[in-house]
């Protein structure tokens, strides 16, 4: 049992639309904040979306996820993991942007996560486009380069966008296997669907060694398999999680710019963080979720519940 600070308030104690929302109802413990030290899993904002290409709006995420995670209760209904007493876990504040600067931006957040990691915090992030990943991974992998399970209907993994733009959300995993952020071998990226542009994606991870799942081996050999072989490549060393909101099919999740159909169902979408147990992860992030395409809040409501079955992992593996 930690110290009951690190408690979330209790919808038995103050009803859940009640108060000011931070992450999960935790408290907010900033980098100044006296008790910043004794945080376990940090809870962090990026509102940024200045890597994106297409239909914007993840600068809004965090907020409505943090609104969203006021439903989340204390206990894991399946697992029973009550992960705020396995760990001290806080909201860390967001993480200010420039929005009208992409390298000003990036230096920012690892600046941030630096910090997080010089006082033992691992991430738990609210993006932010999914360009935000590759700041973080700069201050994660600044010493051996990482593993990462990669949810996504996209690799993220072109060159460049526009003739020459190197820093998108559709470039940040090439980008972090060339600054040797991440151990392509160790690399997996799960329900990879929709049109294409054309295969250099594919073809710079065929060369790479990294291993591709497309939607169609997901549906056909389900979750467990897809998931045993997952935890096969990225073995027991340091891991990365990367879950954009995009992995899970539309119908459930329409808040979000790049949209492609025939992906996995709301549940599939908490089995697959179910079956991260055992990884040691270092930090993870939920990113793509951009509130003005559903103005409802349920996509938002999915990303939080999926945070928290990562949150219960992360939980699972210890101080
Ligand atoms: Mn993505
Ligand atoms: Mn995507």
Redesign the pocket.
């Known amino acids: 049992m930690t110290d009951t600070f690190f408690h979330p308030v209790s919808g038995f104690d103050l009803p859940r639309f009640a108060g000011v929302p931070t992450f999960m109802r935790l408290p907010l413990v900033q980098p100044d904040h006296p008790r910043y030290g004794d945080v376990d899993v940090g809870l962090v904002g990026v509102p940024w979306d200045s890597g994106t290409t297409n239909r914007p709006g993840p600068r809004h995420g965090p907020r409505q996820l943090r609104d969203a995670s006021t439903m989340i209760r204390a206990q894991h209904a399946t697992s029973g993991m009550r992960p705020f007493e396995a760990l001290n876990c806080a909201d860390l504040g967001d993480v200010g942007p420039n929005p009208a600067d992409i390298m000003d931006s990036m230096a920012r957040i690892t600046t941030f996560y630096e910090g997080m990691k010089k006082a033992g915090i691992r991430p738990l992030t609210a993006g932010g486009d ?1 360009l935000t990943s590759l700041p973080v991974l700069r201050a994660l992998a600044n010493d051996a380069a990482l593993g990462m399970v990669h949810f ?3 690799t993220d993994l072109f060159h460049s966008y526009f003739n020459g733009t190197m820093y998108t959300h559709g470039t940040p995993f090439r980008r972090a296997v060339e600054e040797g952020l991440l151990d392509p071998k160790r690399v997996v990226q799960i329900g990879i669907r929709g049109t294409m542009y054309d295969a250099e994606d594919r073809d710079f991870a065929a060369a790479n060694g990294i291993r591709l799942i497309l939607i169609e081996e997901f549906h056909a050999r389900g979750v467990a398999d897809v998931m045993a072989e997952a935890r096969e490549i990225v073995g027991t060393a340091p891991t990365y999680v990367s879950y ?1 909101i ?1 992995f899970v099919d539309p119908t459930f999740a329409p808040g979000t710019g ?1 949209p492609e159909v025939g992906g996995p169902n709301s549940y599939q979408a908490l089995q697959v963080c179910r079956e991260l147990a055992g990884l040691n992860i270092v930090g993870a992030d939920m990113v ?1 979720v951009s509130p003005p395409f559903d103005t409802s809040g349920g996509t938002a409501f999915l990303g939080v519940s999926i945070m928290f079955e990562i949150l219960c992992i992360m939980a699972g593996q210890g101080r």
């Open positions: 999914h996504d209907s996209h954009d995009d790049t793509e």
